[in-house]
């Protein structure tokens, strides 16, 4: 399936390129618009072809995929509990389905929580690292050594959440949760997150914020490695742009230090990337990390096994 979406893509690119190269970068060059245009459209309408027929062979696929979804996650995650993080620009679809694979797959869905586009402001990261500081759980430490505002608001949140021995007070996670809502940098979708051995994020496909200096895919991909350093494991999900250098998946992906311990799936559009999210997380749950999708850094299409 993966393979498919990447022929849709080069198809769309080669028609944009071949429109671009010949209607506006050079005008006058042979078979150009002051010359004869019936090659180039007959180029047009052939690579428009093939991207309609990839486009099509890939909406099939994912319809077979969906209606055996259930089997393909089946007693992957018995027993594990997942809290779900969200950004603005995550497709419904996709969140609706992965919270549904994890049941599907024996899990838990703890909670789901948006990271709105306050907290990913640039404006907000002084204030977050002051509540973070402030309203840490007892016993729990933030990172000296990474200040990032991500890396300290996934901090707090993974210690408040965080199952097991070292979880939080009620009291103490409720601090946290207070805290982050009550400024509208967290928005509770449903009950409040409660303890999870493992969390996924899911994110659109933003391939940077060069406006800002990509301080929101910075922060996301911070966040992400934040909210692992405290939990069980993260798998970080979303689409293909956001697997772009400038992405929060890609600057996940090229970091020697969260590569090792952050999953990425970048397909998370298709139901192939949302089963694979789900094995990811089984992953995770082993102590293991991997980079899967259909970017050209991603480590393979999927898990197989």
Do not use: C, W
């Amino acid at each position: 399936m993966s393979k498919a979406k990447v022929i849709a893509g080069l198809g769309f690119g080669i028609a944009i390129g071949t429109a671009f190269g010949f209607y506006g970068l050079a005008p006058n060059v042979e078979g150009g618009p002051s010359g004869s245009s019936a090659e180039v459209q007959t180029q047009l309408t052939e690579a428009k072809k093939q991207r309609d027929e990839a486009e099509g062979q890939a909406k099939a696929a994912d319809n077979v995929l969906t209606s055996v979804a259930d089997v393909a996650v089946r007693n992957r995650l018995d027993g594990a509990s997942v809290a779900v993080f969200v950004t603005s620009d995550a497709e419904p679809k996709a969140v609706d389905s992965v919270r549904s694979l994890i049941k599907d797959a024996g899990g838990t869905v703890t909670g789901t929580a948006k990271l709105t586009d306050k907290m990913l402001n640039p404006d907000s990261g002084d204030n977050l690292k002051s509540i973070a500081a402030n309203s840490l759980p007892s016993g729990a430490k933030l990172s000296e050594k990474n200040l990032n505002p991500g890396m300290h608001t996934g901090q707090v949140l993974g210690a408040a959440l965080q199952d097991g021995d070292k979880a939080a007070s009620e009291s103490d996670r409720a601090v946290v949760l207070r805290a982050l809502t009550k400024d509208g940098y967290l928005q509770e979708e449903g009950d409040a997150p409660a303890p999870a051995d493992l969390a996924v994020v899911i994110t659109g496909d933003s391939s940077g914020d060069a406006g800002n200096g990509n301080y929101s895919t910075q922060f996301l991909a911070d966040f992400a490695a934040g909210l692992d350093s405290r939990m069980g494991g993260v798998v970080f999900a979303g689409q293909q742009g956001s697997a772009e250098p400038q992405g929060a998946l890609g600057m996940v992906r090229v970091s020697g230090e969260y590569k090792e311990e952050v999953s990425t799936v970048d397909n998370v559009d298709s139901e192939a990337g949302r089963i694979t999210v789900i094995r990811a997380l089984q992953q995770q749950k082993d102590k293991k990390a991997g980079h899967y999708g259909a970017a050209a850094n991603a480590a393979a299409p999927g898990i197989d096994k």
